[in-house]
C-alpha cells in the first residue's frame, strides 16, 4: 500500500523538525530543550514527567536522544526513575537552570548545614552587595513587595520560609547576573531539604527577621558594604540557630 500525500507531508515535515539540531552538542541543545519544555509545562518537584514517547514527539527526538538526556538528568539529580512507574522531577528547574548537583553526607547533619552555610555566605553576601550596585527601580519595587509580603505572612503566622526565599531570590534578580540566582537556588534548597527534620521549629531564625528590612534599606540606598553587613548579620543568626537546635 502507498502511502497517501498527507503521510508524506507529515513525514516530510518531521524529517525536518529532527535535524535542526547538529549532531555534535545534540544531546547538550535536547537537554536545554527538555528543561524548557519542563519549565513550560509547570512540572514542579514530585511530579511525573512524559512520556519517553511523549518527550520524542514534542522535542522531535528519538528515543535513544531522550534516554542519554534523561540519564544525564539522572546523574545530576535532577530526575528519579521509577520501575513500573515513571521518572520523576527531583527538583524544580527551568529554563535558565544550572544542573549543580550537590551531593552531601547526612550523616552529621548539624556539620552538613554548617558547610553549606559556609558557601552560601560567600555567594549570598556578594550578591546583596551586587543587588545594591546594580538594581533599578523596578528591581527595587519588586523587591519591596516581597519584602512586605514577607513581613505579613511573618506577623501572622511567626513564620515565612517561602515568603523569605521570594524576597531573596528577587534580591538575587536584581544582580542582573543569572548565576547568582541560579547557584544559590540549589544551595538553598540542599539546605533547606533538611527542615522537616530536625528544624520543625517555627522559630527557626525567627531573630533574623527585623535585617530583612534593614537589608532592603541598604540596596535602595545603593549601600553595598551596607549590603554585605545585613546579609551576613541574616546568615550569622541562621548559623547561631543551627548550632543551638541540634546540641
Given at each position: 500500500?502507498?502511502?497517501?500525500?498527507?503521510?508524506i507531508?507529515?513525514?516530510?515535515?518531521?524529517?525536518?523538525?529532527?535535524?535542526?539540531?547538529?549532531?555534535?552538542?545534540?544531546?547538550?541543545?535536547?537537554?536545554?530543550?527538555?528543561?524548557?519544555?519542563?519549565?513550560?509545562?509547570?512540572?514542579?518537584?514530585?511530579?511525573?514527567?512524559?512520556?519517553?514517547?511523549?518527550?520524542?514527539?514534542?522535542?522531535?527526538?528519538?528515543r535513544?536522544?531522550?534516554?542519554?538526556v534523561?540519564?544525564?538528568?539522572?546523574?545530576?539529580?535532577?530526575?528519579?526513575?521509577?520501575?513500573?512507574?515513571?521518572?520523576?522531577?527531583?527538583?524544580?528547574?527551568?529554563?535558565?537552570?544550572?544542573?549543580?548537583?550537590?551531593?552531601?553526607?547526612?550523616?552529621?547533619?548539624?556539620?552538613?548545614?554548617?558547610?553549606?552555610?559556609?558557601?552560601?555566605?560567600?555567594?549570598?553576601?556578594?550578591?546583596?552587595?551586587?543587588?545594591?550596585?546594580?538594581?533599578?527601580?523596578?528591581?527595587?519595587?519588586?523587591?519591596?513587595?516581597?519584602?512586605?509580603?514577607?513581613?505579613?505572612?511573618?506577623?501572622?503566622?511567626?513564620?515565612?520560609?517561602?515568603?523569605?526565599?521570594?524576597?531573596?531570590?528577587?534580591?538575587?534578580d536584581?544582580?542582573?547576573?543569572?548565576?547568582f540566582?541560579?547557584?544559590?537556588?540549589?544551595?538553598?534548597?540542599?539546605?533547606?531539604?533538611?527542615?522537616?527534620?530536625?528544624?520543625?521549629?517555627?522559630?527557626?531564625?525567627?531573630?533574623?527577621?527585623?535585617?530583612?528590612?534593614?537589608?532592603?534599606?541598604?540596596?535602595?540606598?545603593?549601600?553595598?558594604?551596607?549590603?554585605?553587613?545585613?546579609?551576613?548579620?541574616?546568615?550569622?543568626?541562621?548559623?547561631?540557630?543551627?548550632?543551638?537546635?541540634?546540641?
Amino acid at each position: 500500500m502507498q502511502p497517501d500525500a498527507t503521510s508524506i507531508e507529515k513525514a516530510k515535515r518531521r524529517s525536518q523538525h529532527l535535524v535542526e539540531l547538529p549532531p555534535l552538542d545534540r544531546v547538550q541543545q535536547v537537554s536545554t530543550a527538555m528543561v524548557g519544555y519542563i519549565d513550560k509545562a509547570g512540572l514542579k518537584r514530585g511530579d511525573r514527567l512524559p512520556t519517553e514517547r511523549e518527550l520524542m514527539n514534542a522535542l522531535g527526538v528519538g528515543r535513544s536522544t531522550v534516554r542519554e538526556v534523561l540519564g544525564r538528568f539522572q546523574a545530576l539529580g535532577v530526575v528519579e526513575t521509577k520501575k513500573g512507574s515513571g521518572t520523576y522531577l527531583l527538583q524544580q528547574i527551568n529554563a535558565s537552570t544550572v544542573h549543580m548537583p550537590l551531593r552531601m553526607e547526612t550523616a552529621n547533619l548539624r556539620d552538613v548545614l554548617l558547610q553549606t552555610l559556609e558557601v552560601r555566605r560567600g555567594i549570598e553576601v556578594e550578591a546583596g552587595a551586587m543587588a545594591a550596585l546594580r538594581r533599578t527601580d523596578d528591581d527595587l519595587k519588586r523587591i519591596e513587595q516581597k519584602l512586605d509580603v514577607m513581613e505579613r505572612v511573618h506577623l501572622a503566622k511567626g513564620t515565612s520560609g517561602k515568603e523569605d526565599l521570594a524576597f531573596h531570590v528577587a534580591i538575587y534578580d536584581a544582580t542582573h547576573n543569572p548565576l547568582f540566582g541560579q547557584i544559590l537556588a540549589q544551595m538553598r534548597e540542599a539546605f533547606e531539604r533538611f527542615w522537616d527534620k530536625p528544624f520543625d521549629r517555627p522559630d527557626f531564625a525567627r531573630r533574623s527577621f527585623p535585617f530583612h528590612r534593614t537589608l532592603f534599606c541598604a540596596i535602595a540606598d545603593q549601600d553595598s558594604a551596607g549590603a554585605r553587613n545585613e546579609t551576613l548579620k541574616i546568615l550569622g543568626i541562621v548559623e547561631e540557630d543551627i548550632k543551638e537546635m541540634s546540641k
